[in-house]
């Protein structure tokens, strides 16, 4: 028997026995870890590592090495995402993979002794399943982190709208209360929340109120020049309003010229401004 008959073989074996090795993987983790998983079920984890390892199984039957790292990279995309978005232990997962990598080798090694293949052919076998292995390490990890990203970016800007929140007065009139301090992301955010809200609301004033922030510096006082400017442009009238003697002394010490923009002490001032008055 050649070299390639005998993985053919092998391969034949794993994969006829794919869902008792997935469950003696299954229960070596949790005797070695005492590994429970909460967001899904041992059902699904074993479902998913007999697929796992048929794939391995056909990768020691395929000659072509490169078609079976595809699959892997497939599964490892599938099954990544999925864990990610149902915050499944990343930790937990990847526990899983020395005791697969030792149960399945555990198996071959039988089946090597029972029909008496070269002991030299274990090691080349091993060249072609780990690098199988480390493939589905490589892709689960990829997509996980992947999607996590994803969704931590999105939380992120989901938290930024929130902290830029353009609220109507009239059917003309918003206010834009800026609380805390102001980066440069959270610039950008004020610029096109700014822009965007006052083209859907079809505003022709906007109230800037500054009351909620504590220091200003040159980058701080320039973007809001620039929102200024770029809401002037639009057809929309700024009124700055809140602006608290030490900040207007930290502007003046910049040597920044708010000559031509609109500004008022306090939100009243600013309505009344606007053509709006508090009802007492």
Known sequence: MTFQEELIKIGQDIEANSGMIATDIQREFKRNYDGHFTKISE?????????????????????DGDQALERIHS??????KRAAEIELSAEKAMLV???MRK?????????????RHQFADYYTMADRLNPLIDGAIYSFTRAYTTTNEAVFEKAQKEIMELSVPVVPLTAETAILPVIGSIDTKRAEELMNQSLERSRELQLSTMIIDLS???????????????LHEALRITGVTVVFSGMRPELAQTIVSLGIRFDDLTIVSSLQQAL?????????
């Open 43 to 63: 059902a699904n984890v074993e479902e998913e590592i007999a697929i796992l390892i048929q794939i391995f199984a056909d990768g020691l039957q395929l000659e």
């Open 75 to 80: 599964w490892g995309e599938r099954f990544g």
């Open 97 to 99: 993979v020395p005791v």
């Open 103 to 115: 149960e399945l080798y555990r198996f071959i090694r039988s089946r090597f002794k029972e029909e």
């Open 212 to 226: 909620g922030v504590h220091m200003i510096d040159t980058y701080v006082a320039q973007n809001l020049y620039q």
């Open 272 to 280: 009344h401004q606007a053509g709006l008055k508090l009802q007492e």
